[in-house]
């Protein structure tokens, strides 16, 4: 998917939970054996250790249980996935700063009023256990396996929400891309361009640096990135050795950040990993975050002659806010979808009364759209639909949408479709740098007071 190369990167949601994003599903862990860990019960009747403050974030405190917890269930999942656990010193750091990051956000979408209803809590929470391919009373049979309450899970689902909610208001709805960008992109993309076409999976380990760092500190860093680096090429596994020292986001994947076009990487990922092979590894190499190792986990050239799969879609979006709420919304078009089903109205007849968009006119038509032209949660939606199905209601940032899939088909782009993907290619790469220059300020603008962290 898309890099957050970013020191602390996006919140931690649970540790036996792999997040991306929203969007691109939670992994649930894998049943273990009942004598791999304590049952439930027995820990909730354990003492725990007496609390206290680790770390002050702009006057609201992180605990020692907090971090206690957070750091347990990370090492958890390590054992879980085979790999190994780091010093508990290291891990409390680490956790540290990405709960201090969780923090930082969370108190900026409290002061924006972003708020989440339950409404997209139980849309995430389905498409959890849909992307799993398990019904959800087997997803939380496996996430109580790991500690992990039905309550729990839908609450970190909530924070996840928040967040990404935020970064669409702060970050991404910011974003333009002109079409002399798109010019620039097309021009790159020619044959004298050596990644024309190139399309890679970099996996990523992240040794941070954290800002205003001493001279000694970013040695010692470096000299920790070079002995991860070394141990990759002498055959370490490398997926083991990113969720043991990486700070980036993807850690938990093993460092994978997804096949995508070379285009969207860093220009100094390319640099360093697009001559490499499969399987070689780079680095490390210096940003402004840090130290990164990289390994080439896949390495394809698109054709020139690809086709591209194109929906036919059509919908009724209603806009949610004070005087109507998500769930009011969704009850709504829950309602017309009941009506249409029925043959008691038409698709397009309630789009042209109901709908809120500026396709309402046309009977809420979208026309035909290449991956990528919607939000996730539409797209993601719109892609669960076969011709002539309607979905359930959808939250998106802009509200709730019923949508119907009218066609689907397989066509070779023209060239204003070409110039509609190139711009969809820059504005992933431009909100991606966005992001990590909006969340180094945000950082560096927390007051964060640390006090005694457990070792």
Known sequence: MHPRVLVAGLALLATALAVPAIAQGVRIPKPQAATTAPPANRQANEPQAADYIVAVVNSEPITRNELANRTERLRKQLISEGASVPAAGVMNREVLERLIFEKVQLQLAREAGITVDDLAVNQAEASVARQNDVSKDAMYRQLAGDGISPAQFRSELRTQLVLQRLREREVNSGIKVSEFDIDQYLREQQPKNGTAGLELNLANILIAVPEGASSAVVSEREERARSVAERARKGDDFSALAKEFSAA???????????????????????????????????????????????????????????????????????????????????????????????????ESLAREHSQDGSAQQGGDLGWSTPGRYVPEFEAALDALKPGEISQPVVSRF?????????????????????????????????????????????????????????
Do not use: C
Request: hydrophobic share 40%; net charge positive; aromatic share 6%.
């Open 249 to 347: 986001p993807e850690a938990a994947q093993g460092g994978q950040m997804g096949l995508r076009p070379a285009e969207r990487y860093p220009e100094l990922f390319l640099k360093a990993a697009a001559a490499l092979p499969v399987g070689g590894i780079a680095g490390p190499v210096r940003s402004g975050a840090g130290f990164h190792i990289l390994k080439v986990i896949e390495k394809t050239r698109a054709s020139a002659t690809a086709t591209v799969v194109q929906n036919h879609a059509r919908h009724i979006l209603l806009r949610t806010g004070p005087q109507l709420s998500e769930a009011a919304a969704a009850a709504q078009l829950a309602d017309y979808r009941k009506r249409i089903v029925a043959g008691l109205a038409t698709f």
């Open 399 to 455: 509200g709730v949408h019923l949508i119907e899939l009218v066609e689907r088909r397989e066509e070779r782009l023209t060239p204003r479709e070409q110039r509609e993907a190139a711009r969809e290619a820059v504005r992933q790469k431009k909100m991606e740098e966005a992001y990590a220059t909006w969340a180094r300020e945000q950082r560096a603008r927390a007051y964060v007071e640390y006090r005694d962290v457990p070792q």
